[in-house]
DNA sequence: GCACTGACCGTTTTT
DNA sequence: CGGTCAGTGC
């Protein structure tokens, strides 16, 4: 089976039993031996069922599954699970989260969700934005939660004032969430862990349910995803993880590159593989990868062979501004897209920062090249995706709490922001719900009569529809409740202009039609199913990256987007210290150097024939055109890093000292 | 409830 | 520069 792996391939997929490392370099055909891995376990005996692969993203489980469903052809009726953290987290604690005082369908709240938890637990404590913003507080939140540390803990350990009113926030912000019977995506981990850890019988129970465990991405696991693994195969030791620590760019969100340069004493009897052939790039772009890579201190010492020998020698190019640079890019794509040897996603352009595209965008719609850009704003991001899955929760629990307030008065229903004020204090001076006082009507006679008439109402529609749903399906009522509330009219009375109209209504249908083929496919489709499945698991309606891609245009996209993709053409945009590395990542430490220089590996190791690095003499910023200088990682690629200008250490020109006196404290 | 204004701020992003 | 958000006045 599979003569044409090479010898180091070939260990890493027949080491069957026990603890197994596969350091897999930068375009070593990693994806193609984890799935040949799982074949060869299930060729051998075990049971499709018993093995567990967890992936980083949704997008690579499900490639996963593909992948390993074609190699392994239709013929079984039990399949390995391929899943991420996440998914795997859900999975247990629906079975066992009711001793941890949570109801077993407990509400998982998004990103959106979490900020106006925080915006609001902000207001009750009086933190003006100037000193701890929500964003700053949810960041500290999900780093504690990492640490596996709760709200007491937190504030034991803080240091700073701004530490201490996180703290304070946190507590509140757990509670919240208590409350709403709901967790976050840490949550998922934690709770996950703290189930694992302190009961016996759950460990034992759970990391019996599979033989084989495959952790893809092993460099990106942050504390409580290693504690997870930990746990879960600690009794058989059939462990594989697979990754490269040399790609690791999500230190910054709680990403440990130790998990995967400790693994061999953390499990004694490991085998360590490694992939250091390189499959994808030409010679000359691999040596550049490896000059680079080599000034970062702490990291498995490999180099990657190319299978690839020649070449065409890097570029470096330098221009007077942004301008220039995104001129001289795009016509230089524009040539050879009109040699017609390359299709329009043979390219692509990378960058550190999302201000970067802007100069490239504009380029790219004048000479009338297409082009996708990746990111951006998230499909759940937009206001009305964003409202429709507020009522949808609400139909899956009225104690939701942060979508009931949402939409509360959305579109406007005559419940203004004072009565929602006074439900509120109510529902804490009762402990209870915003759901439970509105449905009690002797809760509402403080309450003036329209505004009693108005809340019934609002009452009615909600449980009607959640009546329906016994009834009818769920598009159905979805639907109707849609009309109901007329929000159409709503978008057309807040925007004037025709193409927004449209393409904002166009956002509700693609939701309506989502759950239209959730429930098509779904044996025992129920809303708070869809939900689950949207936001966890492998199925994904709004992937527009999938699509944009089919959409054959030049790639715009950050470098933290590009990993595990690859182009025959690459361009890496603004290689200027300040940019890459990022200056707030120079103002930090030496590891936060280290993980740019990866981030600058990465975007290097994805280009198989051609890549070229640009610089722009001076930036826009801010609205000021600024000097830059090329970035150190450009001379360390060359070999020639003494030449770098230090902007880290040396004071370098006297700085303009920005008028820094009477900006704050202005509220 | 809403349109308007001015202050403020500026990395990467998945689940 | 350009987007977001809180505050203001109707």
Not at 297 to 325: C, H, S, W
Not at 345 to 362: G, K, S, V
């Amino acid at each position: 089976m599979h003569e044409d792996l090479n010898p180091e391939q070939r260990k890493a997929v027949q080491t069957l039993s026990g603890p197994l490392l596969v350091l897999a370099g930068a375009g070593s055909g990693k994806t193609r031996v984890v799935t040949i891995r799982i074949a060869e376990l299930i060729q051998r005996g075990v049971t499709p069922s018993r093995i567990l692969a967890v992936t980083f993203t949704k997008k690579a489980a499900v490639e996963m599954q593909e992948r390993v469903s074609a190699l392994l052809g239709t013929r079984l009726q039990d399949r390995p699970v391929v899943s991420t953290f996440h998914a795997h987290c859900v999975r247990i604690l629906r079975r066992h989260i009711r001793r941890l005082g949570y109801p077993e369908r407990f509400a998982i709240y998004d990103r959106g969700d979490q900020e106006s938890i925080a915006r609001s637990v902000l207001r009750e404590i009086k933190v003006p934005g100037s000193l701890l913003r929500p964003g700053d507080l949810l960041f500290l939140i999900s780093r504690w939660k990492t640490m596996c540390l709760r709200p007491d803990a937190a504030a034991s350990l803080a240091q700073t004032d701004k530490e201490h009113l996180a703290a304070m926030a946190y507590r509140r912000y757990q509670n919240t969430l208590k409350v709403a019977g709901a967790v976050d995506f840490d949550d998922l981990l934690l709770l996950t862990e703290q189930l694992l850890e302190t009961d016996a019988e759950v460990r034992r129970d759970e990391a019996a349910r599979f033989d084989h465990l495959l952790i893809d991405e092993y460099q990106d696991t942050n504390g409580s995803q290693y504690r997870i693994v930990r746990a879960l195969a600690r009794d058989h030791q059939n462990l594989c993880v697979v990754g490269d620590d040399d790609q690791s760019i999500y230190g910054w969100r709680g990403a440990e590159v130790q998990h995967i340069l400790r693994f061999a004493e953390d499990w004694p009897e490991t085998t360590v593989v490694r992939l250091e052939h390189n499959y994808r790039s030409t010679a000359a772009i691999l040596e550049r990868a490896n000059q680079l890579i080599s000034y970062n201190k702490m990291r498995y010492d490999k180099v990657l062979r190319p299978a690839r020998p020649g070449g065409e020698n890097p570029k470096i190019e330098q221009f007077a501004n942004e301008t220039a640079e995104a001129k001289s890019v795009v016509s230089e794509i524009k040539r050879f897209l009109d040699s017609r040897e390359w299709e329009p996603n043979d390219f692509a352009i990378l960058f550190r920062t999302n201000e970067q595209p802007r100069a490239f965008e504009t380029e790219l719609r004048r000479l009338k090249l297409p082009y996708v850009l990746i990111g951006g704003m998230s499909f759940f991001d937009r206001k009305e995706v964003r409202d429709v899955f507020a009522y949808l929760k609400l139909l899956a629990s009225p104690q939701d709490e942060v979508s009931l307030l949402r939409i509360i008065n959305r579109p406007p229903r005559g419940i203004p922001q004072g009565v929602v004020q006074r439900l509120t204090d109510k529902a804490v001076s009762n402990s209870t719900t915003v759901w439970n006082v509105m449905t009690q009507r002797e809760n509402l006679g403080m309450l003036p009569g329209p505004k009693q008439a108005a809340i019934e109402t609002f009452v009615a529609l909600i449980n009607r529809a959640r009546a329906d749903l016994k009834t009818k399906s769920i598009v159905e009522v979805v639907r109707t409740l849609i009309s109901n509330i007329q929000y159409q009219s709503e978008i057309d009375r807040q925007y004037d202009d025709p193409n927004e109209r449209e393409s904002r209504w166009n956002v509700v249908e693609e939701v309506v039609n989502a759950i239209g083929v959730y429930e098509k496919e779904s044996r025992k489709p129920t809303v708070s199913g869809f939900l689950d499945e949207i936001l966890l698991s492998q199925r994904d309606f709004s992937d527009e990256k999938e699509n944009q891609l089919k959409r054959n245009g030049i790639v715009l996209m950050t470098l933290h987007s590009a990993k595990g993709l690859e182009f025959p053409h690459v361009y890496m945009v603004g290689m200027e210290e300040g940019l890459l590395p990022h200056h707030r990542s120079i103002k930090a430490t030496d590891d936060a150097i280290d993980e740019e220089r990866r981030l600058c590996y990465v975007g290097v190791t994805r280009a198989e024939e051609r890549l070229t690095l640009t610089m722009a003499l001076t930036r826009m910023k801010w609205g000021k055109p600024r000097e830059t200088s090329p970035s150190r990682f450009l001379f360390e690629m060359i070999g020639q890093a003494d030449k770098a200008t230090d902007t880290r250490k040396s004071p370098g020109p006297p700085r303009r000292q920005k008028q820094s006196a009477p900006r704050r404290h202005k509220r």
